[in-house]
């Protein structure tokens, strides 16, 4: 099946510094990806959409300059947060479409693992 | 932007059916009904969806109202592994919004 892998897994940055997270779908081509963020005993919240050769859109509330989303090619998206700071501490999950979902029965989102992101 | 209402949470023995509802009563008619689970510390797996039909597959069975404002997703025989939070979510092949889930815990 359609799998995605994110890096890292985890993550120790010191406050002010930058952490770039990978999200790559191994088997399949993506045009569309997503972030969403996750802090302890919460749901999902969808960061922005991750869209390859053009910009991200981002949710309401979501700080772009902060969330620096890129989608160069269709196997990859990146999310670098800027400035860390021990509030962006979150666990960030990224899921990816097959563009070709036809030939599946699962017409749904792939997520990642999850990157455990901690800011000291 | 989770257009879904879930139980908190649910207890179920081991071996025996967990039955878990939503509610959906804005559906509109191109949406799919969408089910995933997340385990802790990991991501959403994916279940089962449907539009209208009932659906099977090997991990679960998907009921859904004639008029598709509510569904029910059975997990025939629970196992301790099926203890996660599970989401219902509405989708029209646009974005995936989370509501807050049912917390299913699955005893021996």
């Known amino acids: 099946g359609a799998v995605v892998s994110q890096h890292p897994s985890w993550v120790i940055c010191k406050s002010g510094t930058s952490v770039k997270i990978e999200c790559r779908s191994l088997?399949?081509?993506?045009?569309?990806m997503f972030w969403y963020r996750q802090f302890p005993k919460q749901s999902l919240m969808l960061m922005a959409t991750?869209?390859?050769?053009?910009?991200?859109?981002?949710e309401q509330g979501v700080e772009k300059d902060k969330f620096l989303i890129n989608h160069a090619s269709l196997t990859l998206s990146t999310l670098t947060v800027t400035s860390a700071h021990p509030e962006d501490s979150s666990f960030y999950i990224c899921?990816?479409?097959?563009?070709?979902?036809?030939?599946?029965?699962?017409?749904?989102?792939?997520f990642g693992s999850g990157t455990r992101l901690t800011v000291v | 932007d989770a257009k879904t209402t879930q139980p908190t949470s649910m207890d179920c023995a081991e071996g025996r059916a967990a039955n878990l509802p939503c509610n959906h009563s804005?559906?509109?008619?191109?949406?799919?009904v969408y089910w995933y689970r997340q385990i802790h510390s990991q991501g959403p797996q994916y279940i089962i969806h449907?539009?209208?039909n009932n659906e099977t597959n090997e991990m679960a069975s998907l009921i859904i109202t004639e008029d598709r404002k509510s569904s029910t997703l059975i997990l025939p025989h629970a196992t301790l592994r099926d203890t996660a939070v599970y989401y219902c979510?509405?989708?029209?092949?646009?974005?995936?919004?989370f509501g807050s889930g049912t917390k299913l815990n699955v005893k021996p």
């Open positions: 804005t559906i509109s008619g191109n949406e799919y």
């Open positions: 449907g539009l209208k």
């Open positions: 899921s990816a479409r097959d563009s070709s979902h036809l030939k599946r029965h699962n017409y749904g989102y792939t």
């Open positions: 979510i509405l989708y029209n092949f646009n974005k995936f919004y």
């Open positions: 991750s869209n390859e050769g053009s910009k991200a859109t981002y």
């Open positions: 088997d399949f081509q993506a045009t569309t």
